[in-house]
């Protein structure tokens, strides 16, 4: 059935009374109260993998349910077609909520439930906004809450974010150290506190990149892998309550073949709702991971300094003119987009820290606060990271200016 013409509005009734919701939009009355508290630009449709995962639960849950017996067949498979074409992307500019929400997540999980419920009910026939025969939180939702929806998705939303992170990072540390090697003949003046040490291989330097990106590279992917343990069928607070047992049995396995992400439940299902502590761990790990890029990116920022008046010992590669003001000056600016970028991701980091202190009692419903702030500094590091290796794999020693600082270190007592 053809979709309602955007300028037509349409009338949909809650609990609370009417509200006006756009003839062409897909969700419906509970989106529309959610988007008029947003607070910020955190649009669920800006966060893709969020998005398109919290579609991958909602097919595993349409499987569960109709292999449970708990919806029609005809409906389950609606649903699920539904959610398919959510995954693909074709719709993301249906979803407007804000990550930053109250309510523990509420105004996503059911804008992600009434667009399913108004595809699938065109699909058979239905009109967009009358929820027959599929209701959003009758069926779309069945055996399901906010808080295991959105806690599975949130960590397999992570999951998937990570891997092409990874990546870079190892890309990273291959570069580093193809670097410690070109540049293990070329001696230099080491320093301690800024003051003139021993001449040192300029590799060795490199090498201590390479080995703390690594490490925190192998500590962040530890971390990571402690986010396939999740709590759907757990509902609002662990109990399980409204999700029959033969469901429970199955939506994990329907996750994992959707998915391909192997996933297992929490041993203990209110532990995973009242606690965030696998989701601060990861971010204290990729803030460990910030501070050894900052490290790095100001060191070499540091030795490539001058190049008359400072350290000179390397030169960067060039990307853009660097004042409006002084002829021929090249600024770092690879390494200090680099900073600015670990800067963030420390800010991060604390976000997600509060959220998970300031949970309360059987559910934690500052979820939504540590997710937008980990898909933030994820994807900071993803874009950032390529750029730094590209800078690392074309820099250059100064080997004159080596020579003459390890001419002038200081000797062995």
Known sequence: MAAPR??????????????????????????????????????????????????????????????AGVIPAEMGRAIEAACVEIASGKYDEQFPVDLLTGGGGIGINMNVNEVIANLANEALGGVRGTYEPIHPKTHVNASQSTADVCHTATRLAILRCWSPLAGSLSECVRTLQAQAGELRPIITMSRTCLQDGFAVSLGELFDGFAAVVERRRSECDRSMQALR??????TVIGSEAGAPAAYRAVVLTHLTEITGAPLVHRTNLYDAAQNLDDLAAVSAHLALLAQALIKTAQDLRLLASGPRGGFGEIVLPAVQEGSSFFDRKINPVVPETMLQCGFQVLGCDRAVQLAGERGELYLNIFEGLAAANLFEAIGLLTKTVPLFTQCIRGLTANEARCRELAAQARQPS
């Not at 009417?18 to 669920?44: K, N, Q």
């Not at 097919?59 to 292999?67: I, K, L, P, S």
Request: glycine share 10%; charged share 20%.
């Open 6 to 67: 955007s300028g037509i509005a349409r009338v949909e009734r809650d609990a609370l009374g009417e509200v006006e919701v756009p003839g062409a939009g897909l969700y419906g009355i509970h989106t529309v109260r959610a988007v008029t508290l947003a607070a910020s630009d955190r649009r669920l449709r800006h966060h893709p993998a969020f998005l398109h995962a919290l579609a991958a639960v909602k097919h595993a849950a349409a499987r569960a349910n109709r292999d």
């Open 229 to 234: 343990q999740v709590n759907l069928g757990g």
